[in-house]
RNA sequence: GCGUGAGUAGCUCAGCAGGAUAGAGCGUCCCUCUCCUAAAGGGAAGGUCGCGGGUUCGAAUCCCGCCUCGCGCACCA
């Protein structure tokens, strides 16, 4: 039994009560679920609920009375062995170890499909990330988003969503025309321009372009040349660094292509009727301040050119045009001041701001020995993807930065990842599923099979807390997914490998020496196989390998 | 100044969609491998949950004020 059932179940006895004259309270003060949570203490019950509390004041009646009245509907639940009124009205609930006991068995009957669901089936989601320009490398924050983003489209997906992973490409503009006198000054070798790019990875790619095109400092215009070539090399280095960390874009979108055929410029003049734009000092504005922006923001300079912003909208619509319900935009928090335009954005198509959703991630910093240091990618100071992995590996790159929580800063210190990479906790899960792997293999060796079930007979108190935390993963999917934060999903994973290592050290699942196989020793290896089949249904959430041998 | 995120154990961070005695990893100090992987487990020590008010049966969690730090506040992209 997992605890969104007994949640069910127990929400149906409350409305039953309430239909049958028990308790008085308006239906207003009814809530659609109850919730059950694991108590901190074993004392108080395989689960737990403050219902009765919550229900006090709206019906009028002291707690532990509403308790008392739901504890005897609560005990006529299948699978419910007891409840107990404990405190000022909280309700403990033990299942009976069978009951508890059964969900090893569905977990290894359910597979890969146990954790997800269909609560967002239909829904068409474009998750855009990363989309660092393609100006340099990808660094440590473009890694942080790449790690975060691949592991909440992995997340949509195992809720039922329809995910396409997006990659918007800034392929116009000034930046690249920086990159693209960068290199041009490269070849000829002079020095990088003032406002230019000076990484050494300049240099590799100028070489690059002459080496392909060796005539190029003498065609008509060389830096077009460069642009057009060095962009294209950048490209599809960033996409090879991407592969590697093992995130793949389904759609990587040039900006540049919005404005080729001139539909930005179009668009535009169709929206200067739409209520959202006005004419003020030659220039046209977006009103983004009804959406929370300090001020309005400019969408056609006064010279006529379109402003950044115009892109945006273009882009919103394209991807609307495209069928897309939901619109997600990931961005650093030096990007925070976004948000409004972009949901001004939406508005301008008037479209429902609410189909623009931006998450917001704070800031990766990279610390050597103990004191920041300012990552440039002018003075060539930048951590890259590339770096990360090569110190680190993607499997501990990739999970410990999508282990924080996105509104925390992180501090990263390669020289402590380096000397203690066996202490990131990726490898305590990792260990964990490994072991799993490995009592199978001892298992099947000494003849223990699954050709027997008795839940019953899991009933170690090691046993019943790594059910309970199994039983909690699909709920914690369905949050994660809920609240945009896959963080959740590797914290779950170290709650569950710990219980498994402490259940590990008490209950054998291969008999010692000469006892005799019992159905307890194949009973748990159902336990065991559960547990590696939700270890590795969770890394895969995470786009982290889960190995069979360490 | 305005907006925004953070402040929880020595360190790095969960918990914040109000619940019972505030957690994990690492670090420190004790234990546990003749048989399933000790990359593990058990125990100890370690906390004014930034500060001050408020809301209520109950606040790390919600509200208000303040302090400190990060980020952002262009007719740039």
């Known amino acids: 039994m997992t ?21 008085n309270v308006p239906a207003e003060a009814l809530p659609k679920e109850v919730r059950v949570e694991r108590p901190k203490s074993r004392e108080h019950g395989d689960w737990a609920t403050s219902i009765a509390l919550q229900l006090a004041k709206p019906a009028g009646v ?24 404990a405190g000022p009205g909280f309700l403990n609930i033990i299942l009976d170890a069978a009951a508890a006991g059964e969900l090893a068995k569905s977990i290894v009957e359910s597979g890969e499909a146990f954790g997800t669901n269909a609560a967002m089936a239909g829904t068409k989601i474009n998750l855009e990330f990363v989309s660092a320009n393609p100006t340099g490398p990808i660094h440590l924050g473009g890694t942080r988003w790449a790690a975060v983003g691949d ?7 195992a809720q039922g969503a329809d995910v396409t992973r997006e990659y918007y490409f800034n392929d116009h503009g000034n930046q690249i025309d920086k990159f693209a006198r960068s290199l041009l000054a490269s070849a000829k070798g002079e020095p990088a321009p ?18 392909a095109h060796p005539d190029i400092l003498s065609a008509e215009d060389p830096q077009e040349e460069f642009r057009a070539h060095g962009v294209e090399l950048m490209f599809a280095s960033i996409r090879e660094s991407l592969h590697e960390f093992g995130v793949d874009f389904d759609v990587y979108f040039h900006e540049n292509s919005l404005f080729e055929d001139g539909a930005v410029e179009k668009l535009l003049e169709q929206l200067k009727g739409s209520g959202h734009m006005y004419l003020k000092d030659g220039a046209w504005w977006l009103n983004s301040t009804d959406f929370g922006d300090d001020k309005d923001r400019v969408v056609i300079k006064s010279d006529g050119n379109a402003a950044y912003i115009a892109g945006d909208i273009a882009y919103f619509k394209n991807k609307r045009d495209r069928g ?11 990007h925070h001041g976004y948000v409004a335009r972009l949901k001004a954005a939406a508005a301008a198509m008037g479209d429902d701001a609410d189909r623009v959703e931006v998450l917001i991630g704070q ?40 282990r924080f929580s996105s509104d925390s800063n992180i501090d990263i210190d390669l020289d402590v990842l380096t000397k203690r990479s066996n202490e990131n906790p990726v490898f305590y899960v990792q260990y964990a599923h490994a072991r799993t792997c490995a009592v199978g293999r001892n298992a099947e060796a000494a003849g223990v099979d699954r050709s027997a079930f008795d839940a019953g007979a899991l009933s170690h ?6 059910l309970a935390v199994l039983g909690q993963f699909p709920g914690v999917v369905a949050q994660a997914a809920a609240y945009r934060e896959p963080h959740r999903v590797a914290r779950h994973l170290e709650v569950i490998a710990g219980a498994y290592h402490r259940w590990y050290d008490a209950c054998r699942v291969t008999p010692m020496g000469d006892e005799a196989i019992t159905d307890v020793n194949r009973t748990r290896l159902w336990l065991n196989d559960a547990t590696r089949q939700v270890l590795a249904n969770g890394l895969g959430l995470l786009g982290v390998s889960a190995p069979e041998r360490m």
């Open 3 to 23: 605890p969104e059932e007994l949640s069910a179940a127990i929400t149906t006895c409350l409305h039953d009560a309430a239909a049958a004259g028990e308790l």
């Open 151 to 157: 592991s909440l489209a992995r997340i949509f997906l």
């Open 194 to 211: 003032e406002d230019g790019y000076g990484g050494e990875y300049i240099v590799d790619i100028a070489q690059a372009v002459v080496n």
């Open 363 to 402: 800031m990766v910093n990279l610390v050597k020995d103990g004191t920041p240091v300012r990552m440039s990618k002018r003075a060539g100071t930048v951590v890259t993807m590339e770096d990360l992995v090569e110190v680190v590996g993607t499997d501990a790159a990739r999970y410990s930065l999508a």
């Open 324 to 334: 897309f319900d939901l619109c997600i935009y990931m961005l650093g928090a030096d």
């Open 62 to 85: 002291p707690p532990r009375t509403i308790a008392q009245l739901l504890s005897t509907r609560l005990e006529q639940i299948d699978g419910v062995a007891k409840v107990e009124i």
């Open 461 to 466: 108190a090691t046993e019943s807390e790594l």
